[in-house]
């Protein structure tokens, strides 16, 4: 998912840099810190919108867990593509370690998701 325009030996290479750097900068696994920081993004609960009666609502739903995964890694790219570092690994290694560590922009985003599907839990009858 780190991939332009079908480059993917450069997708790998960044990916096992970062890695590289968080292991430097933590003195842990970096596969490891990896999945942490995945499991602390990937949402549990996500809303959809339907229309009903000519108003739409947000529909809280579960995720299905290939899709958590698949979402979690696409939050994860994002919010490291938006980061104030020199190089894309340097920015995925920084989200990569803020997230394992709970915090970062990646793991606000799955709170705010969680937040507005909690606050959406009235229209979860309309679910299909």
């Known amino acids: 998912m780190l991939m332009y ?5 450069k997708g790998f290479q960044i990916f096992y840099d970062a890695l590289e750097k968080v292991e430097n900068r933590t003195k842990e696994s970096g596969i490891e810190t990896w999945r942490t920081a995945l499991n602390n993004v990937m949402p ?11 108003a739409t609502f947000q529909i809280p739903s579960e995720v299905r867990p290939d899709r958590k995964i698949s979402v979690g890694i696409k939050w994860m790219i994002l919010y490291s593509r938006k980061r104030n570092e020199k190089s894309m690994a340097d ?14 922009a990646a793991v606000k985003k799955k709170d705010d998701t969680h937040r507005m599907a909690d606050a959406n839990k009235a229209f979860s009858h309309f679910r299909v």
Not at 5 to 9: D, L, T
Not at 44 to 54: D, L, Q, T
């Open 44 to 54: 549990a609960v996500e809303v959809k919108s339907r229309r009903v009666g000519g």
């Open 5 to 9: 325009s079908g480059k993917k030996g």
């Open 91 to 104: 920015k995925l290694a920084g989200e990569i370690i803020a997230a394992a560590k709970g915090e970062g």
